[in-house]
């Protein structure tokens, strides 16, 4: 690892916390006390467990790592026993989406997080990344809805559709294309990758399928399919 | 510039080229069939992937190279539509689909009769163009029954001669036969919905699917991966054209299929006659073949467009369109979906079969009295996954959560990750009449990486007769879902107008050349031998998914072509 990797892996380990990692260097004191699930798992889980970054920047620049970074996991949070996000590794995923099959959608995203921080800036005098996690949803809340003011190409709603998409895909597409790391995706809902064969037994089940192991493209996961 | 020669050039080598190809190549004739995607095998579709397949839609026309572009009426501009739900390779859909094989009723074939015998005429909204099929059930079904056969269909009779078999589909036609093969076991999504149902005195049954569930013609049989719609099958168990009649049509000799190659139009001289088409390889190059008989069998779009593509000075509104009924009549299912989601049990609906498991047609057709409803036709009502698809991705994005419950944030993750695998949705397949200003024409703004006017779809199902069938068939399919048990019951939104799956009609057949296309057997009327075969020759769509129909017309077309027309070319009816 290069210093520069190194140094890009401590922010965007600090970007992808969010607004709890902000809190911690002082930036937005409120935040924490304002969502304590948020910093439970900003707390149990940054550091070595999730190493984000050494693998960015094949699209995005620091900065708009961070914002997006911070919006999927408002998206999809992290708690205890609950992978979000952070924990699924979307921004990697987006990120290498966007230097391959989705490079068409590159402008789409450059725009809409220049839309996106002018809105913020407008409203709430701070870029997203420094909101704390009410405001945040807020914004999110204003995309959805189509009332955030300022956007042209893509509207609010197309760049908040777009974000929600790409946040599931990163969550549950195979670890293969940079997220749902370790299969957190699958382990938070239940599902076990694509098993060659389901048996008449399996099929009458009534319960939680947690036959080992979870099958990925190259990847076959430890530990068993149902929840963590 | 490459030019050849054959007996019979076919333009798409799916549901309808497969047979055919295979069918006339047994009989002798030379066919070239040209397909604009590749030919895979089914070494190609292990492993399963859920982003590729499903959310990239891998093997399905890229809708930005390859646009439709679509508009709920003339009044705005149309815009790409973001999901094709149809083949882009040999084999064509059946690679992909969810291999629903349904005989029609046999009122289907004559829905407009039956509802003015029963209803009177004024039960037809006003402007719909509903109209009989000039085929009858008994006409076809000796290809319904070569189709289930052929192929490899799984399913239970619940008409075998008229005699009402239970646990089988008792309102279907009457077949001469059982099934080739036993149907598909239940999984839990199916023994529920079967329970229900039942408790309201509806009549469930195992759904009639492409798929083998004993080792078939040297097929291995289902292993229950889950991943059928949207993906290829790992073991060939899925009856796709690709491992059925592609071989057949291999070993015939007669049969050379090109790949990658794109036809932009059909050729025709002074006397009216096709003389072949013209495609565009895989290299850009510039290509002829000259054919004694075309047959045009792509999805629906791209026969309404090459027709109207290929116009003369002779054809100056397009081939075969002297009716001006060419690309009218455009017809789509929409899926009206109740979700059953329960605090209980697990469901595990991404095992088994993903697509319509288990059904029940008590609401289809014409087996309910509509008196007083106020609408006519009905649907399929069946369970399976969200979208079909029972992956994660898929879930995520067409399992709305109930109502009080956001999209995203910490209350989103929650209700997903509890009723992932705890959920089934209860679909039905509307049967949407057709209606002749809901239609296909040319885009006069977008084109496609060819250069060409992309389709364009003018067709908004929110009509007065679909929004009440709609409405009564939510109210069904909730008391269904509670009859299940579930813990929570909540409707998902309906689509904003846009046409849903199984688009049909654009070439409408008939029996009368001043208000349809083509005749019973896909043969236009305005050129003898140009035919045109697949749903865009659909009068009507019932409320079944229309592959094997699509098949036995094409078997049908395959037997008069080289019955009768192979030797004395010309008019069929």
């Given at each position: ?126 870029p ?12 999110i ?11 042209s ?15 599931m ?30 048996t ?29 | ?52 397949y ?72 006003q ?36 005699k ?31 329970e ?10 195992s ?6 569930s ?34 057949e ?11 990658g ?85 697990y ?28 609408f006519?036709?009905?649907a ?37 990750a ?24 040319l885009d ?33 399919m ?14 998902a939104?309906?689509?904003p107008g ?47 998914n ?12 395959a ?6 027309y ?8």
């Open positions: 690892m290069t210093k520069h990797d190194a140094s890009r892996r401590a922010f965007l380990v600090r970007a992808a916390v969010g607004a709890g990692a902000a809190a911690g260097a002082g930036l937005v004191p409120d935040a924490i006390a304002q969502n304590h699930e948020h910093m439970e798992g900003g707390a149990a889980t940054s550091g070595a467990q999730h190493p984000s970054g050494s693998e960015h920047g094949a699209f995005f620049n620091h900065a708009d790592a961070a914002t997006i970074a911070a919006f999927t996991e408002r998206l999809m949070p992290s708690a205890p026993d609950k992978p979000g996000a952070r924990d699924a590794d979307v921004l990697n995923y987006i990120d290498l989406a966007l230097a391959g099959a989705y490079a068409e959608l590159q402008d789409f995203y450059r725009r809409g997080l220049a839309q996106l921080e002018a809105y913020c800036r407008g409203t709430y005098k701070e997203f990344v420094r909101l704390n996690p009410e405001q945040q949803d807020e914004v809340a204003s995309l959805e809805n189509g009332k955030a003011t300022g956007f190409y893509p509207t609010a709603r197309e760049f908040f559709s777009t974000l929600r998409t790409h946040t895909e990163g969550m549950f597409a195979d670890p293969l294309y940079g997220g749902n790391r370790d299969f957190v995706g699958w382990r938070l809902v239940g599902f076990p990758g694509a098993q060659a064969v389901f008449p037994t399996d099929l009458q089940n009534t319960q939680a399928f947690t036959r080992e192991p979870m099958v990925g493209l190259q990847t076959i996961a430890k530990g068993p399919a149902g929840r963590g | 510039m490459a030019t050849e020669k054959t007996d019979v050039v076919i333009v798409g080598v799916g549901a309808v080229g497969g047979i055919l190809a295979a069918e006339l190549g047994k009989a002798g004739m030379k066919v070239v069939g040209l397909e604009r995607g590749p030919r895979l095998t089914t070494a190609d579709f292990n492993p399963h992937d859920e982003l590729r499903f959310q990239r839609q891998d093997l399905r026309p890229n809708w930005k190279r390859q646009p439709v572009t679509w508009r709920p009426n003339t009044g705005v501009r149309a815009h790409p539509m973001n999901v094709l739900n149809y083949g882009n390779q040999a084999g064509g859909g059946t690679v992909h689909y969810g291999t629903l094989s349904w005989r029609m009723h046999e009122d289907d074939f004559r829905a407009r009769s039956q509802t003015i015998e029963k209803y009177g005429a004024s039960a037809i909204p402007d719909s163009s509903l109209a009989d099929w000039p085929v009858a059930y008994a006409d076809l079904e000796p290809f319904y029954d070569q189709a289930e056969y052929e192929l490899g269909v799984s399913g239970k009779a619940g008409n075998l001669q008229g009402k078999i239970d646990g089988g589909n008792v309102f279907e036609a009457p077949r001469k036969r059982e099934y080739p093969l036993p149907a598909l076991l239940m999984d839990q999504s199916g023994v529920l919905f079967a229900g149902a039942r408790k309201l005195g509806y009549h469930p049954f759904s009639p699917r492409a798929i083998i004993q080792p078939y013609h040297d097929r291995a049989s289902c292993t229950y991966c889950g991943f059928c719609q949207s993906f290829g099958c790992h073991v060939g168990a899925k009856s796709s054209i690709l491992v059925t009649k592609l071989p049509a291999d070993a015939t000799g007669n049969f050379k299929l090109l790949t190659a794109t036809c932009y139009h059909v050729n025709t001289d002074n006397s009216g006659r096709a003389t072949g088409v013209s495609y565009y390889g895989p290299d850009g190059s510039d290509n002829t073949i000259e054919a004694e008989l075309v047959i045009l069998a792509p999805f629906i779009y791209d026969n309404t467009r090459l027709l109207l593509l290929s116009k003369t000075d002779k054809f100056p509104n397009g081939l075969a369109n002297s009716s001006g009924q060419l690309g009218k009549h455009v017809m789509a299912h929409i899926m009206a979906k109740v979700f059953a989601a329960y605090d209980d049990r469901v595990n609906i991404y095992m088994g079969p993903s697509a319509q498991k288990h059904t029940i047609d008590d609401f289809n057709a014409d087996n309910f009295d509509h008196g007083g409803l106020g006519i036709r009905g399929q009502i069946s369970i399976g996954p969200a979208d079909l698809e029972a992956g994660p991705i898929g879930t995520a994005m067409s399992m709305d959560p109930p109502p009080g419950t956001p999209k995203w944030g910490a209350a989103y993750r929650d209700f997903f509890k009723y992932f695998a705890r959920y089934g949705a209860i679909n039905a397949q509307t049967e949407n009449l057709a209606y002749a200003d809901q239609t296909i024409d006069p703004d977008v084109r496609d990486q060819w250069g060409m006017p992309a389709p364009r779809v003018t067709y908004d199902w929110r009509r007065p007769n679909e929004r009440a069938r709609v409405e009564f068939l939510m109210q069904k909730e008391g269904i879902a509670h009859a299940m048990g579930a813990t929570k019951v909540w409707r939104a309906l689509s846009a046409p849903g799956a199984h688009h049909e009609g654009g070439t409408r057949m008939g029996n009368d050349p001043k208000t349809s296309v083509v005749n019973r057997y896909g043969q236009t009327w305005d050129i003898p031998n140009l035919f045109v075969i697949g749903s865009s020759t659909f009068p009507s769509m019932s409320g079944f229309p592959t094997l129909t699509i098949q036995a017309l094409a078997y049908m077309s037997d008069a072509i080289v019955k009768r192979k030797n004395r070319p010309g008019p069929l009816v």
